[in-house]
């Protein structure tokens, strides 16, 4: 299921990331530099571990969702994920990153949006991406795909819950949710 977009320089492909395809996520990893690698995982991270790979590969086309992004000479260029609360089958979590050298030519929105339709069409109501405070390109970016949205703060990061859904009757907000927007308005 491959899909041709347009993007400032450049066409790239959206496909679902398969399962064997690990050396993808090394190239991948090989085009972000060591401060994006942070602001996407949380942490320093030099390369993948195995176990990092075996979960970043564990895809179902249901409760965990990968697309990759690959620019027209098949050089993979970026990577959205969902995977779904084992909790709540209505929620899943939300992650994208876009190499280096694909920075601000749509390639992330494209991702997010792709991802978001996937997930709708699956169940999923509500996506939450944790982001860290620092990451203003990923706060934003969200922010402009999913406008309307709940906020929180969790552990440094910033968890931005986007409400899926066709018409405002599908969507849900819980007294948590208002109670977590509260807080952080106040805090």
Request: net charge neutral; proline share 3%; aromatic share 4%.
């Given at each position: ?65 990968a697309l990759v992004a690959e620019a ?88 931005l819950v986007a ?25």
């Open positions: 299921m491959a899909r041709h977009h347009a993007t400032v320089g450049g066409r790239v492909v959206v496909r679902d990331l398969r399962g064997d395809e690990g050396d993808l996520l090394d190239a991948l990893m090989a085009g972000l530099s060591p401060q994006s690698r942070y602001l996407r995982f949380h942490v320093p991270l030099p390369a993948l571990s195995a176990d990092m790979r075996r979960a970043l590969l564990d895809v179902d086309g249901r409760d965990r969702i027209d000479d098949g050089t993979p260029v970026g990577i959205a994920r969902m995977a779904r609360d084992r909790g709540n089958s209505g929620e899943a979590e939300i992650a994208v990153s876009t190499v280096d050298a694909w920075h601000r030519r749509g390639v992330g929105r494209l991702l997010v949006n792709a991802v978001a339709a996937r997930a709708r069409a699956v169940g999923v109501r509500r996506l939450a991406a944790r982001v860290l405070r620092e990451n203003s390109a990923a706060i934003a970016l969200f922010r402009s795909v999913f406008p309307v949205s709940l906020t929180r703060w969790d552990d440094g990061a910033v968890v409400l899926l859904g066709d018409g405002i009757d599908d969507w849900t907000v819980t007294t948590e949710d208002v109670f977590a927007d509260l807080t952080d308005m106040a805090g």
